[in-house]
């Protein structure tokens, strides 16, 4: 067993319903792919037929791991850092020293609209951000001017559990 930080420890999630459907297209991608090689004649029309199986392929497996990846997002809060995981293997990841963080913010309403879609973003005049749905968040100030934002329930008590740690950080 390992232990953490002295301090409140905070954990919450966000999903997204919608991603699994947009997995299953990424999946029908490869299915047609496998078909498509395995059902027709190799013998007429070689590279069309490659470029149709490798094209189904890629863009099954683009699709299929680039929604897998959002489907979920993990925020931990300790004394030391916020960690924030995505999708069932954690990639990506991205951890935020407490010491780099210059103020927490609750924002009631986030839209995958404002950053341009799902996933990883990053906008240059908003910073960087992992939005995995719509609704409340959390938005880091870091000591470089630079935002952080991401999609997670509970996001008011994360940021008092941050704020919380930023006090004691700064006695």
């Known amino acids: 067993m390992t232990g953490h930080p002295p301090g409140p420890l905070w954990t919450g999630r966000a999903s997204n319903r919608v991603q699994w459907l947009l997995a299953g297209a990424g999946a029908a991608f490869l299915a047609l792919g496998i078909e498509i090689a395995v059902d027709h004649a190799w013998g007429a029309g070689i590279v069309a037929l490659l470029m ?8 099954g497996l683009l699709i299929l791991f680039g929604t897998l990846a959002f489907v979920h997002a993990a925020v931990t809060v300790d004394a030391e ?3 924030v995981r995505c999708g069932h293997i954690g990639l990506p990841r991205r951890r935020i ?21 799902w996933g990883y ?5 908003r910073g960087t951000a992992v939005i995995v749905r719509r ?37």
């Open 121 to 125: 973003r990053w906008r240059p005049e």
């Open 97 to 117: 020293r407490l010491t780099d963080v210059e103020a927490a913010e609750y924002l009631p309403r986030i839209t995958p609209q404002q950053w341009g879609g």
């Open 81 to 83: 850092a916020v960690e």
């Open 135 to 171: 609704g409340e968040g959390v938005e880091l100030r870091l000591g470089d001017g630079k935002l952080f934002t991401v999609t997670v329930d509970d996001a008011e008590n994360a940021v008092r559990v941050i704020r919380t740690h930023l006090r004691t950080l700064a006695h």
């Open 52 to 59: 149709a199986v490798i094209g189904c392929l890629a863009a």
